[in-house]
């Protein structure tokens, strides 16, 4: 069941990267023990949201809130996990021995690294140097790092990106598990199709959010028989109302 309070609010939320502004004044709520998808096409400013959330990015103003806290509060290193796009392991060293690393860097405990091995499911795996894992094997080691220290709320920023649709389906079934025990999941995806996985969807465009509000309502708000066309017609609606 979800609760009222939202794990992250974002309120009003510009950034300008390279000189150029790249999010114009976002707002939008998390609620807490969802699973959230950051939907939108390359380059419409995921990655820069995500950031901002995790409070590595530079904003130029507005204000990002995660449990109660500015992102980026030291209070949070081990609330938050964020699994970046391009995994962050070391490729010389063993599943096991790259998560009993990030456990210790993290402060997690040892036992954590076996319970997060099971969880992304990659026990037949845990003695393989990462630089010989499959793609997929390698995307779920990166999300094991973050589930390291057993974080409240997830960050994950196109973790299904380049698998195939089974390993696609297993890994949102796993956020689904994560979800349902309670954490906050917030996934980011430029494929449409795993949009109805979530529980409520940021639609995104050109730096800004174009809609806000859950599969279905996206769905029946604008008459479409799927997603992918309910982001069509939000950017022709769009489109029309800009004078
Ligand atoms: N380091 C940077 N310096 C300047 N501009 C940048 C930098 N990183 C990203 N940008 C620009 O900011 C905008 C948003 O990029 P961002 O990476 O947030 O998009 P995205 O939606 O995550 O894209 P993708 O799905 O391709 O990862 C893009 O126009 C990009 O070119």
Redesign the pocket.
């Known amino acids: 069941m979800m609760s009222f309070s939202p794990a992250v609010s974002v309120r009003d939320l510009r950034v300008v ?2 000189g ?1 502004a ?1 999010l114009h004044g976002i707002t939008c709520d998390v609620p807490a023990g969802s699973v959230v998808g950051l939907l ?1 096409p ?8 995500i950031r901002s959330l995790v409070g590595v990015q530079i904003v130029q103003s507005g204000t990002v809130t995660v449990l109660g806290e500015p992102a980026g509060s030291p209070g949070l290193r081990r609330r938050v996990g964020y699994a970046t ?1 391009t995994p962050a392991v070391y490729t010389d060293l063993t599943v096991a021995e790259n998560l009993r690393y990030f456990a210790s860097v993290l402060g997690a405990p040892r036992t954590d690294v076996d319970r997060v091995i099971e969880e992304v499911g990659l026990g037949a795996s845990r003695d393989q140097v990462a630089g010989t894992l499959s793609g997929g094997q390698l995307s779920r080691t990166n999300l094991a790092v973050a589930l390291l220290g057993e974080p409240e709320v997830l960050v994950l920023d ?1 973790p299904t990106v380049g698998l195939d649709p089974v390993l696609r389906q297993e890994l949102w079934q796993l956020f689904r598990d994560l979800a349902d025990r309670g954490r906050t999941l917030i996934v ?1 995806s ?1 494929v449409m199709d795993e949009a109805g996985r979530t529980d409520r969807l940021l639609l ?1 465009r050109e730096g800004r959010i174009l809609a806000d509000g859950t599969p279905d309502g996206l769905r029946s708000g604008t008459g479409a028989s799927d997603l992918e066309e309910a982001f069509l017609h939000l950017i022709a609606e769009k489109a029309g109302s800009t004078p």
């Open positions: 990267r390279g150029r790249v939108g390359s380059g419409c400013g995921k990655t820069t949201l796009q196109e980011s430029h995104m």
